[in-house]
């Protein structure tokens, strides 16, 4: 995991996020809890079958429906050094009305399920920037803020921002920094 920019509470990292060690990883996924490609499937495959059944689980008893774009569901983290995955959903830009809100919404809303349960190290990878193609540099000026505007009132919390390129991360900086 290379460093790229460190204040506070905050960590700017380059890596792979299913190699992070600490109290959860959020994973980037669709409402349909069931796995997909890029981050998810890297998850998935990182954290072994047992996850899938865990998300089968919470589709039946929770979220019949599909998790809701912009909301959170907990999961144990099984093999991944991560003791548990918080995962949720990000907009798909060309589709969203709201795009900013809700992709902010992911993020305060882990940040607070992480509160809840008293986690104390979170990482995030970079949601809706892949496959939904929300613009990186846009996407880290919506991070930007909510980190800036949550993490005062979150002192116990490390978080982590891991991102898959060295080019996101210093986009990250840039916003971060303005
Ligand atoms: N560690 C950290 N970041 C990663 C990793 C990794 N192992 N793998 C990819 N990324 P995406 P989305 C980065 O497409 O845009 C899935 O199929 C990647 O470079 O994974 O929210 C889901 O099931 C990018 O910057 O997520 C959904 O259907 C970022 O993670 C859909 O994709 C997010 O890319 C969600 O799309």
Do not use: K
């Not at 069931?34 to 981050?39: C, D, E, H």
């Not at 589709?95 to 940040?111: F, I, K, M, T, V």
Request: net charge negative; proline share 6%.
């Amino acid at each position: 995991m290379q460093i790229h920019y460190r204040q506070g509470g905050l960590t700017v990292a380059e890596g792979d996020i299913t190699r992070f060690d600490g109290d959860a990883i959020v994973n980037a996924a669709n409402c349909s809890l069931l796995g997909g490609g890029g981050v998810d499937g890297a998850i998935h495959r990182a954290a072994g079958p047992q996850l899938l059944e865990a998300c089968r689980a919470l589709r039946q008893h929770d979220w019949p429906d599909g998790l809701p774009v912009g909301q959170v569901a907990l999961t144990p983290g099984f093999r991944l050094p991560a003791r548990y995955v918080i995962h949720t959903v990000g907009p798909v830009y060309a589709e969203s009305d709201d795009p900013r809100g809700q992709l902010a919404a992911c993020y305060r809303n882990a940040l607070a399920l992480a509160d809840e349960r008293g986690f104390t190290r979170l990482a995030f990878p970079a949601i809706s920037t892949g496959v939904y193609g929300y613009p990186s540099a846009e996407a880290a000026r919506v991070v930007a803020d909510v980190i800036r505007e949550r993490l005062p009132q979150l002192p116990a919390l490390e978080v982590t921002l891991m991102f898959f390129s060295a080019a996101d991360a210093q986009t990250f900086v840039q916003a971060a920094q303005r």
